[in-house]
């Protein structure tokens, strides 16, 4: 039987994480500024690429099946009608766009990472930590951020799926179905998600194992604690409300306390293990 007495609960983690915050929410506020600053500006290049390959798939398209001018395909791209037939192949282009951009922005899952554990640690924090996926380690932070990506599109998919169908107003069976299966990503994406959870922080602790073995261990360590590990994050629930009625502006605060919050988890879980 698993000895849990060593396990901090979910109360004295977020204590610990406020007493390691106090006096660092400026720096930490500035880190999670930087990092939406950074995937926001990531989004619009997304969203320009995508745009200007989809202009560019039509117009190559015309200009080998017609001989139109170009005064006139920029006419024709203009015409909304011409546009409505083709926004099924945009929304998917687009969908691709996002999926990789969301890859490479979550490698700076790292970064943060390692930013909460060198403050749970009490060694220096700065706020260059966060491009360290990007400058070290960037291969198994990219793989690792595919799998996290791909793990998160058990739900998203589905969601995506559904919106489209309503939009499009389809059969009432196929939006019900679409409905049901996002049920069932949700309830397969909840202990994915949480078994896998420790993969970035693994990476920092012991960066020699391959991204296959950190993926391993996550899931290992994690067994019997998936549980707990989802009640402290369910413990944010009225934050992430009260952060929501704010439009984001509390998640400047809220963000780091809940990774610090986790960091914290990791290293409880890591101590203990290596004391049994």
């Known amino acids: 039987m698993q000895d849990t007495s060593n396990y901090l609960s979910g109360k004295l983690l977020k204590d610990k994480a406020k007493e390691i915050l106090n006096?660092?929410?400026?720096?930490?506020?500035?880190v999670v500024f930087l990092i939406g600053l950074l995937s926001l500006?990531?989004?619009?290049?997304?969203?320009?690429?995508?745009?200007?390959?989809?202009?560019?798939?039509?117009?190559v398209k015309e200009m080998s099946?017609?001989?139109?001018?170009?005064?006139?395909?920029?006419?024709?791209?203009?015409?909304?009608?011409?546009?409505?037939?083709?926004?099924?192949?945009?929304?998917v282009l687009e969908y691709i766009f996002v999926t990789v951009s969301a890859v490479f922005t979550a490698v700076f899952n790292v970064g943060f990472s390692l930013f909460c554990l060198n403050l749970c640690c009490h060694r220096e924090a700065h706020i260059t930590d966060i491009f360290y996926g990007f400058r070290r380690q960037f291969g198994k932070s990219l793989a690792i951020s595919v799998v996290f990506v791909l793990v998160s599109q058990l739900y998203a998919l589905p969601a995506n799926l559904l919106n489209f169908f309503l939009n499009q107003k389809a059969d009432l069976k196929m939006a019900l179905l679409c409905l049901a299966i996002l049920v069932i990503g949700v309830c397969i994406y909840i202990p994915l998600s949480l078994s896998i959870s420790q993969a970035y922080l693994l990476l920092l602790d012991v960066p020699e194992r391959s991204v296959s073995e950190l993926i391993k261990l996550s899931v290992q360590i994690m067994q019997g604690h998936k549980m707990r590990l989802f009640l402290v994050q369910l413990s944010f629930l009225p934050l992430m409300l009260l952060s929501f009625c704010t439009i984001g502006i509390a998640n400047l605060?809220?963000?780091p306390f809940l990774n610090v919050t986790c960091a914290l988890f990791f290293l409880n879980l890591m101590q203990t293990r290596a004391a049994a």
């Open 253 to 255: 605060w809220l963000t």
């Open 65 to 91: 099946s017609s001989s139109l001018t170009s005064d006139q395909m920029l006419i024709l791209l203009q015409n909304t009608e011409y546009i409505k037939q083709y926004m099924d192949f945009y929304a």
């Open 23 to 30: 006096g660092n929410y400026t720096q930490a506020a500035l």
């Open 41 to 59: 500006a990531a989004q619009f290049l997304v969203e320009f690429s995508a745009g200007f390959l989809f202009a560019l798939i039509l117009i």
